[in-house]
């Protein structure tokens, strides 16, 4: 399977952007998915996550402001940002597992990623 990311670009302070992760395969509903982002000299960092059961979980940074959601039909991934910050700038990809799986992984679960979107926020 093959992820493309896709959406980002440059905004100000407040602003929004909706990231998508299209896949070329097919990827089961149920499959583990996740955005990560890196910013320059820091470490990849989750951003949110959808497990077997439909569970999201979000960073405590993006609560309240980022949204996940799938299509199925579509087999794509979407990240909704919303009241962007300057230290969301960063670069975000998307990942899956190809795998059932339960609650919140780390970086290494997941072997398959896109290659990534760059969201730059100025003030």
């Known amino acids: 399977v093959q992820l493309v990311d896709s959406g980002g670009g440059s905004v100000q302070a407040g602003g929004s952007l909706r990231l998508s992760c299209a896949a070329s395969?097919?990827?089961?509903?149920?499959?583990?998915m996740a955005w990560f982002r890196q910013a320059p000299g820091e470490e990849r960092e989750a951003v949110a996550s959808i497990d077997t059961n439909h569970r999201i979980t979000y960073a405590d940074s993006v609560k309240g402001r980022f949204t996940l959601s799938q299509d199925n039909a579509k087999n794509t991934l979407y990240l909704q940002m919303n009241s962007l910050k300057p230290e969301d700038t960063a670069m975000y990809y998307c990942?899956?597992?190809?795998?059932?799986?339960?609650?919140?992984?780390?970086?290494?679960?997941?072997?398959?990623w896109g290659q990534g979107t760059q969201v730059t926020v100025s003030s």
């Open positions: 990942a899956t597992t190809l795998t059932f799986c339960y609650g919140v992984l780390r970086v290494r679960d997941y072997p398959y």
């Open positions: 395969g097919y990827i089961y509903s149920n499959y583990c």
